[in-house]
């Protein structure tokens, strides 16, 4: 067992405590519930107060959280960045599913790809990191504006060039907005051969620690292997490794 300083421990037991209760706890409260005796108590309250992670109300006399330790690690997850995190996630998944994988951010009416790791299929993908593609058409796309507000969709929809690519392009946002709440349920998109002829795509979105959507991945090859039925087992994957992506940016799931 690694060395432990006691007084440290002791600090950051009643950090842990100190969090469950937002009106705050008492001397003799705080005493109670990690068995320390309340001068011990005190003093390690006042070394907290003095640095700033805990403050004492004047009206009741208990002692709550500052801030502090969320602006500590605000800090800290403002500097993450989403392709660092997703790249051995991204590798993970080809693995999984042997088909081509891509990381996305939305950039007003386009997804731009800015990472994409290929399976070893002889069959691949002619996506490569830069390009662009329609929000409106695609599994990333979809799945990112399933968790816009209808404001914003309607602005992407307003300001997008609505093209038919093929037959089966959603060129009516009424029907796209029904198809987006279908996504919101499952859990990811799907794109039925509807930017390109022959491929089929499934993504699922990515969130930040404040819970906004900022990106989104897929997994997509030719419809001879991605047939219909494979979808939902896909579908199951691509949100097991968006999952994990957004937990390591500081998304809570619910």
């Avoid at 088909?99 to 993908?125: C, F, P, Q, W």
């Avoid at 997509?220 to 991605?226: A, F, L, V, W």
């Amino acid at each position: 067992m690694k060395e432990v300083v006691q007084s440290v421990d002791r600090a950051l037991t009643i950090l842990e405590v100190l969090s469950d209760y937002e009106a705050g706890l008492g001397i003799t409260e705080i005493s109670e519930k990690i068995q320390l005796h309340k001068s011990t108590i005190h003093r390690l309250l006042s070394t907290l107060i003095y640095k700033g992670y805990v403050e004492q109300d004047e009206k009741t006399s208990k002692y709550k959280l500052t801030l502090k330790l969320f602006e500590l690690s605000n800090k800290n997850i403002e500097k993450i960045d989403v392709l660092s995190v997703a790249k051995p996630f991204l590798k993970e998944l080809v693995e999984k599913a042997n088909e081509a994988v891509h990381l996305v951010v939305l950039d007003g009416t386009d997804i731009v790809y800015i990472d994409k790791v290929e399976s070893k299929n002889t069959i691949r993908m002619h996506s490569k990191i830069g390009k662009r593609s329609p929000v409106y058409c695609t599994a990333v796309g979809k799945s990112i504006l399933a968790h816009l507000t209808d404001n914003e969709i309607v602005k992407i929809w307003n300001d997008s060039i609505i093209k038919k690519f093929t037959d089966y392009t959603i060129t009516d946002l009424e029907t796209l907005k029904k198809e987006l709440e279908l996504i919101k349920e499952s859990g990811y998109a799907v794109d039925n051969e509807e930017n390109e002829l022959g491929v089929r795509c499934v993504g699922a979105p990515i969130f930040d620690y404040r819970g906004d959507v900022c990106s989104a991945i897929s997994v997509s090859g030719p419809t001879m292997r991605i047939t219909k039925d494979k979808v939902e087992e896909l579908g199951k994957l691509v949100i097991e490794y968006s999952q994990k992506i957004s937990e390591k940016l500081g998304y809570k799931i619910k």
